[in-house]
């Protein structure tokens, strides 16, 4: 079953605006959540990451929001930027694991 | 320093016929994972490998998969007479040698295979 759930599965944004996907877990043993950025026929590239024991995370433009209590966690995307259309994929994982546990993906359109 | 290679980018076989994919990872890597894609999807992990042995396997298919990474040469993914559901894009990622297992995988730019 899917471990890691993400919404929206499409997103539209006007230049400017801020971006904001969400993703929700179960298994309380993940530690580590990461975001990646797929650009068409390429592979994921890492975005930025999050550990459990802070509740954000900022790097430039991208900020990660963490809520260990709800499970949650979120990418926001501050002055979304055309450059910044792409498919973006939530991940989890546990240090007594190997996988990466992606979320399903959502597709970002920054209009200009 | 060239990042994560995969070949072919793209494959096309035959129901029944043989895929055999390639990863070589980045320099100083020696964890391999594979990653599956199918459209509209996530990634799904497959296959975790070290040089010379197969860690984690859990998200292999049972039949017609198998995976490797010799010693020397890049790591291989293959997939025995295929079949249409077997179309997908198919990751393979990297990852230092002394990291924590969460730490960051580097990913190639995917094969993408075609089955018809």
């Avoid at chain 1, 190997?98 to 979320?103: E, T």
């Avoid at chain 2, 017609?64 to 079949?83: C, D, H, N, T, Y």
Wanted: charged content about 20%; overall charge positive.
């Amino acid at each position: 079953q899917q471990q890691v759930k993400q919404s929206p599965q499409s997103l539209i944004v006007q230049k400017g605006g801020i971006s904001i996907i969400n993703c929700a877990y179960e298994n309380t043993a993940f530690d580590y959540f990461p975001w990646y950025q797929q650009f068409p026929g390429k592979g994921p590239a890492l975005l930025i990451a999050i550990r459990p024991d802070v509740s954000e995370k900022k790097e430039g433009r991208f900020t990660i929001s963490f809520n260990k209590s709800a499970k949650q966690f979120s990418l926001h995307i501050m002055d979304s930027q055309p450059g910044d259309s792409a498919t973006y994929f939530c991940a989890a994982s546990s240090n007594s694991g190997y996988a990466l546990n992606f979320g399903k993906g959502t597709s970002l359109l920054v209009t200009p | 320093n060239a990042g994560v290679m995969q070949n072919p980018r793209h494959l096309v076989r035959r129901r029944g016929q043989e895929a055999r994919l390639r990863c070589s990872p980045m320099k100083g890597h020696s964890h391999v994972y594979w990653y599956r894609q199918l459209p509209e999807e996530g990634l799904k992990f497959m296959v975790y490998l070290q040089k010379e042995n197969i860690i984690d396997e859990s998200g292999m298919p049972k039949e017609r998969f198998s995976a490797e990474f010799p010693k020397e040469g890049p790591s291989i993914l293959r997939i025995q007479q295929v079949v249409r559901g077997d179309s997908a894009a198919y990751f393979c990622a990297s990852s230092p040698l002394n990291v924590q297992s969460n730490t960051e995988a580097f990913f190639g730019q995917g094969t993408r295979l075609t089955v018809v």
